[in-house]
């Protein structure tokens, strides 16, 4: 009998302890508060018992609840960057990455269920010229604002990440493309611009279909930049 209490008792302790910390924890590390959205706008029409989405002023939130933990998709409505929070089953932060065009930057810190650092990730070792600074440079070049998603009917634009084995370079590229508007018609104008990931410098171009219809809505550049085929224009770098 007295085996019985003194388990019951232990487990008791162990079971206050454990509250305890989690309050600790959660009073130093973010976690995730089930009341922090009661006062926002539920969009009904998009929302089910598993995916909630939230909008208040200029703001715009998406929670997930699966398999026993949360997850935030934050972003200022219309703009092309998000943060995501992922959270612990006990609600503590687990990981928050911030995404452009949905390809992760800027610094990840990955925690455990404790609180404890386990993992940092930089996305920009290999892009030491900003997206801050790429955005300035289409702007000033295309007339083009990335910070916010295309609200043109005809015109689409986005942003990839990507290494370029033939030239040894990390490369930013912008997509501009126009919509076929549901016509079905392959072959559509499109721009694609080529920058180098560290200096911001445009590389090159590469273009198609410019002389089909609606190829006036693909932006052009203040300054002549070379075609991504003609090799004469390119220097690859030395070896």
Known sequence: MRKIVFVIIFCFIISYCK???????????EYFDKNKYKNWELVEKVSSATDKYYKKE????????????YTEEIQTIGSSFKLYKYYHKNELLHRSVKTFYNFPIGESIEYD??????????YDKNYSFSV????????MEYGVNLRILS??????YRVERRYDDNIKKYLYIVIFAVNDNGEGVMGFPIKCIYIDS??????YEKAEHLDRPYSDR??????????????????????
């Open 198 to 203: 560290n200096t911001g410098e445009i590389l």
């Open 19 to 29: 509250a305890q910390i989690d309050t600790i924890n959660k009073n130093i590390m």
């Open 151 to 156: 609200t043109d009917n005809f015109l689409n």
């Open 58 to 69: 200029t703001y715009w939130v998406r929670v997930l609840f699966y398999k026993g933990e």
């Open 218 to 239: 693909i932006p052009k550049s203040k300054t002549f930049f070379p075609q991504k085929d003609d090799k004469k224009r390119i220097l690859l770098p030395s070896s």
């Open 132 to 139: 801050d600074s790429l955005c300035e440079l289409i702007k």
């Open 113 to 122: 269920e404790n609180g404890n650092l386990i993992e940092k990730v930089n």
